[in-house]
C-alpha cells in the first residue's frame, strides 16, 4: 500500500504503523500541520527524514509520543514547570524541551543534550502512535524552505515521492506549528509562538523568557528561512495596506492580497481569514492560503499585519520569516 490514502481505512492505518516501525516514512495529520514521521529511536529512519525535507542536520526533530507517561520516559529530568504545563496543554500543540536520557539519538536532536516532545491531540495522531508503539519524529512535512502542509495534498505534492504513504484526514483545525518552550533553565522561555498563545501559557506557568539571541543556537530552526511561497511576500499594517497594494501593482506585478475583515478590501484578488483579532481563523488559513495563491500564480502576496496577540503572534511570526529576503 502506499500514496495517498483516508487515515479513516484500517487497513491504511496499520500499514502506516508498519512501515514506521520498520523504518521507513510516513506523513500523518497532527492538529497543527500534517508531520513527515519515523521512528524517533532508529538512527537510520530519522536520517532518512533529513534526506525526505533537504533538511540540514542540525535542526533538531520533535519528538511525538500518545502521552505523559511515555514523554517523561525521554526526557532525563522533569520539572514542575513541565508538569503543570503537560497538565494543561496536553494532548495539543505544544512542544517542551527537556534534557534527553541516552536513548534518544543524536540524529534525532541534531546532537543537542536535550529533546522537544509533544503529545499531539489529532485522533489519527493518536492511533498511530499507539498503532506504531514507537515514538515519532516528525517535522512538518514540507519541503524545507515551503509553506507547512495544512492538507494532505499539499504534504504529497512535497514529499509523496519519498514517503511508505500519506495518511489524509482532511484539512488540520490549528494550522500553525505548536508553541516551543525551553525548560532547560530556571524560567520557562518561549522559543517558537504557535498554537498555544503565550498568554495561555503565563497563565499556567507565569511570565516566559524572551528566546534571546544566542538561543537561536538552542532553538536551531530558527535560523533558516521558512514558510515562503514562491511569490514575494510583503507584509503591510493596516494603515498602509492600501498604499503598498497601489506599489504593487504600479511596479506591473499580479498582486494577491490577504487581508482582514475590517480592511474593507474586496474583489477576485483579495482574501479575507477573519478579523484582525481572530488569529485562530488565519493560523486554520495562512498556510493554504500561500500555497493557493503560489499556485495561481501571482508575483507577489500582501499581506495585512493582524493584531499581536493570542495565536496572532505566531501568524505574524511566520509571515515575517516569508518576508524575509
Ligand atoms: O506542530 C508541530 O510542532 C509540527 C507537527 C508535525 O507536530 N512539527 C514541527 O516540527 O513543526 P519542525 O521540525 O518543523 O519544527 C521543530 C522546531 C524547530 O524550530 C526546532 O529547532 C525546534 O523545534 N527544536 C527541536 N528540538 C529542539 C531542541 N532540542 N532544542 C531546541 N529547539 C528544538
Ligand atoms: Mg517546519
Known sequence: MHGLQPA??????????????????????TETVYGLGAHALDEQ?????????????????????????????????????????AAAFWPGPLTLVLPRTPHVPDATTGGLDSVALRVPSHPVAQRLLREAGVPLAAPSANRSGRPSPTRAEDAFADLGEDVALVLDAGPTTVGVESTVVSLLGPTPVLLRPGGVSRERLEAVVGPLAEAAADDA?????????????????????????????QEEHASGAKVAVVASTESGQHGPHVRVPGSRADGDAWARALFALLRDLDAAGYDAIVVEEILEKGVGAAVLNRLRKAAEP
Not at 525526505?52 to 526526557?75: E, F, G, Q, S, T
Open 217 to 245: 543556537r538552542r532553538s536551531p530552526g530558527m535560523r533558516y528561512r521558512h514558510y515562503a511561497p514562491r511569490a514575494r511576500l510583503r507584509l503591510a499594517s493596516a494603515s498602509r495596506l492600501a498604499d503598498i497594494v
Open 45 to 85: 529512519a530519522v536520517r532518512r527524514i533529513f534526506a525526505a525535507k533537504r533538511r540540514p542536520a542540525d535542526n533538531p526533530l520533535i519528538v511525538h509520543v500518545p502521552d505523559v507517561d511515555a514523554a517523561r520516559k525521554l526526557a532525563a529530568s522533569w520539572p514542575a514547570e513541565a508538569e503543570r504545563l
Open 8 to 29: 479513516d481505512s484500517a487497513e491504511a492505518m496499520a500499514a502506516a504503523a508498519a512501515a514506521l516501525r520498520s523504518g521507513q516514512l510516513v506523513v500523518f495529520p
